[in-house]
C-alpha cells in the first residue's frame, strides 16, 4: 500500500506563489506516473498535472498550462507542484495520486486559499 502525504499549502495573497510537495512512501511499485488533483469548494476532483517516472513527461490539464509546473525527486520519494500567479480560483484542495487514474487511497490534501 502506498501512502501519501501532501504539504505546502496555505494562505496566500493573488499573484502570490507557492510549492506543494507530495510524499510518497510505502510500496511505490504502483506510483510509476504520478499526479497532482484539486477540488475546489463544490466542485468535481480535477486533474491538474501528471509526470511520468523520471520525470521525462509530463502532461497538463489545458486550463492548468503556464502557471503550474509538475516534477518530482524520486531519490526523495517526493513530488512537486509549483504554481505561481496564484489566483482566488485556485482556492482548493489539492492531492497527489497516482495519473492518471487515482488508484492509491487519498491523503488528506493540503488546502490552498488564495485571497487578499
Known amino acids: 500500500q502506498v501512502q501519501l502525504v501532501e504539504s505546502g499549502g496555505g494562505l496566500v495573497q493573488p499573484g502570490g506563489s507557492l510549492r506543494l510537495s507530495c510524499a510518497v512512501s510505502?510500496?511505490?511499485?504502483?506510483?510509476?506516473?504520478m499526479a497532482w488533483f484539486r477540488q475546489a469548494p463544490g466542485k468535481d476532483l480535477e486533474l491538474i498535472a501528471e509526470?511520468?517516472?523520471?520525470?521525462?513527461?509530463?502532461n497538463y490539464a489545458d486550463s492548468m498550462r503556464g502557471r503550474f509546473t509538475i516534477s518530482r525527486d524520486n531519490a526523495n520519494n517526493t513530488m512537486y507542484l509549483q504554481i505561481n500567479s496564484l489566483k482566488p480560483e485556485d482556492t482548493a484542495v489539492y492531492y497527489c495520486?497516482?495519473?492518471?487514474?487515482?488508484?492509491?487511497?487519498w491523503g488528506q490534501g493540503t488546502q490552498v486559499i488564495v485571497s487578499s
Open positions: 495520486n497516482t495519473g492518471p487514474l487515482p488508484l492509491e487511497s
Open positions: 509526470i511520468s517516472l523520471n520525470g521525462g513527461r509530463t
Open positions: 510505502g510500496r511505490t511499485d504502483s506510483t510509476y506516473t
